[in-house]
């Protein structure tokens, strides 16, 4: 959650969004390396092409470029994403969605609250009013993820939540007046197709292996 927020208060939103997508490459990784998952060439080298698309983005070293060290927030975001996923998919088997998101709510405030009493500040009701709506729709929204992942198969869950680099751009746009640049431009498509073919994989194998139900 802190670097989830740290991506979009360091990054420029289609960018912090176009990091996070990320996500299915690092749950690929971690698969092969952590689960000891069978991982054949072609999701390899989705890794790899998807890795190429970062480095288009964040053109390190060039005029313009994304900051090594905000390029760092987003990717280490989208990798702890990527442990939760596979964390919430080991979960999803035994326990609801509401119970899972109520447990890490909970477990979430200790340390987040020792966190924030060194920083507290009063705010304005306008403020408040922000923050409390934040945490409601932030809350649907784990909610909605979390039963997504149970109830869904992860190859139609996975595609919709790309359609969010659409609605950053807009947000972006509408409310700070910023657009992606030439490099997020290019480099997002080809993170989101390494995305789509690692998940496109992983279902076609899962059905290969899956005996058809009654045989």
Do not use: C, K
Not at 188 to 210: D, K, M, N
């Amino acid at each position: 959650m802190v670097f989830n927020f740290l991506a979009v208060i360091v990054l420029p939103l289609a960018e912090a969004t176009t990091f996070s997508f990320t996500v299915p490459i690092f749950a690929t990784i971690l698969g092969a390396l952590v689960l000891r998952e069978p991982t054949g060439v072609h999701r390899w080298g989705a890794v790899i092409v998807g890795f190429i698309g970062v480095l288009i983005v964040a053109h390190p070293g060039s005029a313009g470029g994304v900051a090594a060290s905000d390029a760092a927030i987003g990717l280490t975001a989208a990798l702890l994403v990527a442990i939760v996923s596979i964390q919430l998919r080991q979960l999803g088997r035994t326990e609801a969605a509401g119970t899972t998101v109520f447990w890490f709510s909970l477990l979430s405030l200790p340390p987040l609250g020792i966190a924030y009493a060194m920083v507290a500040a009063a705010h304005d009701t306008l403020t408040f009013a922000i923050l409390a709506a934040i945490g409601i729709v932030g809350g649907i929204g784990q909610i909605a993820l979390t039963a997504a992942l149970r109830f869904a198969p992860v190859s139609a869950v996975v595609p919709m939540d790309y359609s969010s680099l659409i609605w950053s751009t807009l947000y972006g746009w509408l409310i700070f007046a910023a657009l992606p640049g030439i490099s997020t431009a290019i480099g997002a498509p080809i993170i989101v197709a390494s995305g789509l073919y690692i998940v496109w994989r992983e279902h076609r194998l899962r059905r290969a292996t899956t005996p058809p139900v009654g045989g």
